[in-house]
């Protein structure tokens, strides 16, 4: 896994949920996580169904319900959703994420077989107003240091730092006010290539 990875957001999206993953697999995307807290879940299962047509690997964000339901490529879990060992054996062979916000945190993650975390929040960030204090570049250095597992790197995460956010070791970067709400595709792109 590597490179950008997408993530939806209803309340900052001025396309459409669907468009917007539209126009972030024309900016090359291939990782794209469905992100929604407010919405029913059949509603859920037919959006996620038609994110799942574009081909990208689909990862839905703490239902694993929705995951079985559209046979998504895997979940993300936060340390508060379900243990990854009962993830993992409702979904075996799928790919199970875990946000993490320091060294043990990840270090656990590793020893529980998650296939990637989710290191958040690397600075502030307004998006996820639950994510707490800015762990900084030199923690996500000494996570990348202790553990092989891919690492996505998120929160605050811009243009301006990605290079330092990639530099630290991250596999992947997540920015979604910085490519949520504006021009998708160019700024996916422009995320994307500095992976090449």
């Given at each position: 896994?590597?490179?950008?990875?997408?993530?939806?957001?209803?309340?900052?999206?001025?396309?459409?949920?669907?468009?917007?993953?539209?126009?972030?697999?024309?900016?090359?995307?291939?990782?794209?996580?469905?992100?929604?807290?407010?919405?029913?879940?059949?509603?859920?299962?037919?959006?996620?169904?038609?994110?799942?047509?574009?081909?990208?690997?689909?990862?839905?964000?703490?239902?694993?319900?929705?995951?079985?339901?559209?046979?998504?490529?895997?979940?993300?879990?936060?340390?508060?959703?379900?243990?990854?060992?009962?993830?993992?054996?409702?979904?075996?062979?799928?790919?199970?994420?875990?946000?993490?916000?320091?060294?043990?945190?990840?270090?656990?993650a590793e020893?529980?077989?998650?296939?990637?975390?989710?290191?958040?929040?690397?600075?502030?960030?307004?998006?996820?107003?639950?994510?707490?204090?800015?762990?900084?570049?030199?923690?996500?250095?000494?996570?990348?240091?202790?553990?092989?597992?891919?690492?996505?790197?998120?929160?605050?995460?811009?243009?301006?730092?990605?290079?330092?956010?990639?530099?630290?070791?991250?596999?992947?970067?997540?920015?979604?006010?910085?490519?949520?709400g504006r021009?998708?595709?160019?700024?996916?792109?422009?995320?994307?290539?500095?992976?090449?």
């Amino acid at each position: 896994m590597k490179g950008f990875y997408f993530i939806t957001d209803k309340n900052l999206t001025k396309n459409g949920i669907i468009k917007d993953c539209e126009l972030a697999v024309e900016g090359g995307v291939s990782i794209i996580q469905y992100r929604e807290k407010n919405a029913s879940t059949r509603e859920m299962v037919e959006t996620a169904k038609r994110i799942k047509e574009l081909e990208v690997t689909l990862i839905i964000n703490d239902r694993i319900d929705i995951a079985l339901a559209v046979d998504a490529d895997g979940v993300h879990l936060g340390q508060d959703d379900m243990d990854l060992k009962t993830a993992r054996r409702m979904l075996p062979g799928k790919i199970i994420g875990i946000t993490v916000h320091d060294v043990r945190e990840a270090m656990d993650a590793e020893n529980n077989r998650a296939d990637y975390i989710g290191v958040s929040p690397v600075f502030q960030t307004s998006t996820k107003a639950d994510a707490g204090n800015a762990i900084g570049i030199e923690t996500l250095k000494k996570i990348r240091e202790a553990v092989k597992i891919p690492i996505a790197a998120i929160g605050g995460v811009t243009l301006e730092n990605v290079d330092s956010v990639i530099g630290a070791g991250a596999d992947m970067v997540c920015a979604i006010s910085a490519t949520v709400g504006r021009d998708v595709k160019k700024e996916a792109r422009s995320f994307q290539e500095k992976f090449r």
